[in-house]
């Protein structure tokens, strides 16, 4: 299977019901977050592991819900989807301690 990646449709098989979903981040090469849909709380991001994840190609019918879902939730932090590609670390803010305030004696 080639490598996954952000928006690829994709079946997850977790040891019930195979769930239709897609990906919506690639932490690392291990794991991936992926919307699907959950019977009782509806479309909610699940992380999986890889080699639960098979690539699917047609468009199912809940994937219009996935799809809203993944365009209402901020991108992840510390730019993540980007690992191994050249990423840009972000800077550290306040790296250092204030200095001593003197009282002006």
């Avoid at 690392?28 to 699917?56: F, H, I, N, Y």
């Amino acid at each position: 299977m080639d490598a996954l990646r952000a928006g690829q449709l994709v079946t997850v098989a977790t040891g019930g019901p195979e769930l239709d979903g897609i990906v919506f981040d690639v932490p690392s090469p291990q794991k991936l977050v992926v919307a699907v849909v959950d019977a009782q709380r509806g479309p909610v991001l699940r992380t999986v592991a890889v080699d639960t994840v098979s690539e699917r190609e047609e468009a199912g019918p809940r994937d219009a819900a996935l799809q809203g879902l993944i365009r209402r939730t901020p991108p992840a932090a510390r730019g993540a989807g980007a690992a191994g590609k050249g990423a840009v670390q972000a800077r550290r803010g306040h790296v250092r301690g204030a200095a001593h305030r003197s009282t002006g004696r």
